[in-house]
């Protein structure tokens, strides 16, 4: 036990730190947002879990205003008083500081682990048994589907779901009567229903599995309910005019756009796609102001997603079909207009093209002729949605703020003199699922005031990438790049240049903007200022570390030059060799004698799903083997309990790596800072035996014959056969390796290591000579540095 009080070093949810201080979850949000020293969170996937510990140390120090004490908590009592309190009875509340209709979000740990355990069951072999012929995508809708009906509690809700369990019948006439009690409750929401023909489709086993799916939906809550339409998402391999945002984007859209001191009630996304803009702003402010959440669209599948996700808010939510070209079929809105738009509009939808509007004016022009004009349209909409003094973000293409397209760049002269343009942010690339497009984000506002300046972010540098799938833009460059923006709306706390998280930011004055002919690209902007933001100090210094740097490898390289220089060679005598062309104190033994081939585990041992950027235990898959090395750069990672799991493909010292699926490649051996990495499926370790304790081979030399290119040919030949080359365990035991006595193979080890080590040194020699004629060529074409 420490100075807190409690040795339970539990891992809490933000809903679950929530409910044990008695407050609201965006308040958590708030403390972690404003504050350096929250506790910095333990990631888990896209969840992000707390120290109990460290928690209590820091709400130590926090009384509870008088307003928010409870009868029985005396003037000085601190929130970490009343969270040892709860602790001491185990009275965690469910519901307690949780929005309306959240009640399933705070819970102990216990809980969330057992709906963790009942949504792992949902999502395994049960989901094969229940769909049968149909669909993953129509599974996942029955499931969304029961999580939305438990937690409206209607009578007739309850009712059903009983009646299922006391009674059989028939799995379709069940299923037929959720997607009927589903669509109700949807038509009530002014939704066209759909949920009933979906559910239909699926072919279940037995009416028994039905009823199994039904109990293990019991408990579980918005947070799961999340994690199903996000796996909905990707399942349904939605187009680009549908499918979903990213989390992360979503929530930096939101923290950006919303400042600390704005009031935000009514909120408005036109195109809603699955619902998560407006999930993301309930999420945040939800329980803490009466929320108004509207959203349209034209898919009436995603439509019913989003209105069964926001119901569980208890929000105030309007929902209704409209057209991909809402500026065709209406006036410009005068009415029900938002404090904040989030939206996520089609980009080059076929067939909508922006038209003159009869007897109305476009507000900033009529946007340019063809599909790639219709983003214009959709600035101009989400504009005449805002009160005064509303904000905005919408995600737009790179290309609309560069176009040279005559009417587009006078929409931008436009939006950028009336002051609408607050901020772009451009985005890492990749991160939209099955959309290769470059985005930025465009922050806008509806203000008679002009601002001064514009504030450019380029992040493209950002984010984590997955093996698989999109690029994750992580909590904390997501946290990073939102601070960003406040610190420049509060003015005196912001500096142009390389910010925190490594992103660059630069407050552009409308002049340098007008100079652009109204560009609104971040590169155009951040790329300039890095160019002439030097000094000729600065310059100086720069190229004074690359020269230094170009001299340091120098002498690493002539250093290895003279190692190299120093090896000796002499010709064998022609009578020692024997028969089969080796030396007479050589021998040729095939490779299962020297050394312990392992092949790496299968796919159930090692899933996808089990490897993070965020784990503990490298994973070494074939891209990671380079010129006789393990590259440790992009790496996925599992966590210690997987690697204790997986103890047997663990990697040591001296081991050899080589490809055992895919495209052969020279192998790779583990070094001292490697100990204990886990090698991938695609993967073979070879470790070298011992009889007797001593090695029969030396590793060094067992490299470098492996690594010959005769070898490398041998192994492609014993991997053919196949759609994917794969190489067994069994062939390569039988590669012949000529073996020479253990003392001849060290001093072969020894010579090649230090001819690598000459090839390793000329190649940093010539990346330090070329950084620095980068360095000093971008000095020398801004005039910083002159010529002699």
């Known amino acids: 036990m420490d100075d807190t009080g409690t040795d339970d070093d539990r891992l809490l949810s933000r809903a679950e730190v929530a409910s044990l201080a008695g407050v609201m979850r965006p308040a958590v ?73 959240g009640k399933n979000e705070s819970r102990p740990a216990s809980d969330e682990r057992q709906r963790a355990r009942q949504l792992e069951r949902l999502l395994g072999p049960l989901a094969d048994t229940v769909r049968g012929g149909g669909s993953l995508t129509d599974y996942l809708a029955l499931l969304i589907s029961l999580i939305f009906l438990r937690t409206s509690e209607s009578p007739r809700t309850a009712a059903l779901l009983d009646e299922a369990r006391m009674r059989t019948k028939a799995a379709a006439a069940l299923l037929g009567e959720i997607g009927e009690v589903a669509d109700d409750a949807l038509r009530m929401r002014g939704v066209t229903p759909g949920m009933r023909t979906a559910l239909l489709r699926l072919e279940p086993q037995e009416y028994a599995d039905v009823v199994e799916t039904i109990g293990l939906t019991e408990g579980l809550g918005i947070d799961e309910l999340r994690q199903l339409i996000d796996q909905y998402g990707v399942q349904a391999a939605l187009p680009s005019n549908e499918f979903f945002t990213p989390r992360a984007v979503v929530r930096l859209m939101r923290d950006a756009a919303v400042g600390e001191e704005d009031t935000v009630q009514h909120v408005y996304d036109p195109y809603v796609r699955g619902g998560e803009m407006l999930d993301g702003v309930a999420e945040r402010l939800g329980g803490a102001v009466p929320l108004t959440l509207r959203g349209e669209g034209p898919q009436r599948a995603t439509m019913r997603l989003a209105s069964m996700n926001l119901a569980l808010h208890g929000a105030t939510v309007e929902l209704g079909s409209r057209s991909v070209a809402p500026w065709d079929e209406r006036a410009w809105p005068t009415s029900q207009q938002a404090d904040l738009v989030l939206t996520n509009p089609p980009f080059n939808t076929h067939g909508v093209v922006p038209k003159p509007r009869e007897g109305l004016d476009w507000p900033y022009g009529q946007p340019p002729p063809g599909t790639a004009g219709a983003v214009f349209g959709w600035l101009q909409h989400v504009l005449t949605s805002l009160k005064d003094g509303g904000r905005a973000a919408v995600v737009m293409p790179v290309s609309a703020g560069a176009s040279t397209d005559p009417r587009a760049r006078e929409i931008r002269r436009r939006l950028v003199e009336d002051g609408a343009v607050e901020c772009v942010v451009a985005l890492p690339p990749q991160l939209f699922s099955g959309a290769q497009v470059s985005v930025c984000l465009w922050f806008l506002r509806r203000s008679a005031t002009v601002l001064e300046e514009i504030l450019f972010v380029d992040a493209r540098g950002l984010g984590d990438k997955a093996t698989r799938g999109p690029r994750v833009l992580s909590e904390e460059h997501v946290g990073a790049i939102a601070e960003t923006v406040r610190r420049w709306r509060r003015s005196r706390e912001f500096r142009s240049g390389r910010q925190d998280a490594g992103h660059l930011a630069v407050a552009a004055p409308l002049e340098a903007v007008q100079a652009t002919a109204y560009s609104l690209n971040p590169s155009d902007f951040v790329d300039r200022w890095m160019s002439a933001a030097a000094t000729p100090v600065d310059a100086v210094r720069e190229l004074a570390a690359a020269e230094q740097a170009v001299s340091s490898s120098r002498y690493r390289a002539h250093a290895a030059d003279g190692a190299a220089d120093a090896i000796a060679f002499a010709p064998a005598r022609a009578e020692v060799f024997s028969y089969d062309g080796l030396p007479q104190d050589w021998r040729r033994v095939p490779l299962r004698t020297l050394a312990d081939i392992t092949a790496g585990p299968s796919y159930a041992r090692l899933p996808i799903g089990a490897r993070s950027v965020e784990g503990d235990l490298p994973v070494v898959m074939p891209r990671h083997l380079r010129a006789g090395r393990i590259e440790g750069r992009d790496m996925e990672k599992v966590t210690e309990d997987m690697g204790r799991a997986l103890s047997r493909f663990r990697l040591s010292p001296g081991d050899i790596v080589c490809v055992r699926s895919g495209a052969q490649m020279p192998p790779a051996m583990v070094d001292e800072t490697q100990d204990g990495w886990i090698f991938s499926t695609n993967l073979l370790r070879l470790r070298v035996s011992r009889p007797g304790g001593g090695p029969v081979v030396d590793p060094g030399y067992l490299l470098a014959y492996l690594s010959l290119p005769e070898t490398l040919q041998w192994l492609k030949e014993q991997a053919r056969g196949t759609a994917v080359p794969s190489l067994s365990v069994a062939a390569l035991e039988l590669l012949p390796v000529p073996l020479p006595p253990l003392a001849h193979q060290r001093r072969i080890s020894a010579a090649l290591e230090a001819m690598d080590a000459q090839i390793a040194a000329h190649s940093e020699l010539v990346r330090a000579v070329k950084e620095q004629r980068v360095t000093l060529a971008a000095h020398l074409m801004t005039g910083v540095l002159v010529p002699e």
């Open 29 to 101: 949000t708030n403390w972690q947002r404003r504050h350096a020293d929250y506790p910095k969170p333990v990631r888990a996937g896209e969840t992000e879990l707390f120290s109990l510990r460290a928690v209590l140390g820091w709400l130590a120090s926090r009384q509870i205003p008088s307003r928010a004490r409870t009868a029985d908590e005396a003037t000085g009592f601190t929130y970490a008083d009343r969270v040892q309190r709860n602790l001491a009875t185990e009275d965690v509340r469910q519901g307690e500081g949780t929005p309306v209709g």
